[in-house]
Nanobody
């Protein structure tokens, strides 16, 4: 089992920045691919970014150049640095983990999830 706890969400004005954190416990963090998803109000959960266990990253097009995912294996934590935030980034952000990911952008590919943290971007 892997336990994930997100933090860092909040209310920010458009153009501002936030850094989300996801602390993992329970298993060897470095052996897991770590991802961020988000769920906007009234919409389905959607993929944001992934940090493969060896550190390679991949982003959905809408956040490329604005968001950065990075991990600190010594702290068992993955981060999502969000810059130039837009109102359409408003969502509950979830951290996800799995040792084997078949389809990166599909929530069902991940066995472990955090409880989510709210990010609200005002215009």
């Amino acid at each position: 089992q892997v336990q994930l706890v997100e933090s860092g969400g909040g209310l920010v004005q458009a153009g501002g920045s936030l850094r989300l954190s996801c602390a993992a416990s329970g298993r060897t963090f470095s052996r897991y691919h770590m991802a961020w998803f988000r769920q906007p109000p009234g919409k389905e959960r959607e993929f944001v970014a992934i940090s493969w266990m060896r550190g390679t990253t991949y982003y959905t097009d809408s956040v490329k150049g604005r968001f950065t995912i990075f991990r600190d294996n010594a702290k068992s934590t993955v981060y999502l640095q969000m810059n130039s935030l837009k109102p359409e980034d408003t969502a509950v952000y979830y951290c996800a983990a799995d040792a084997l990911v078949s389809i990166v952008t599909t929530p069902r590919s991940y066995d472990y999830w955090g409880q989510g943290t709210q990010v609200t971007v005002s215009s």
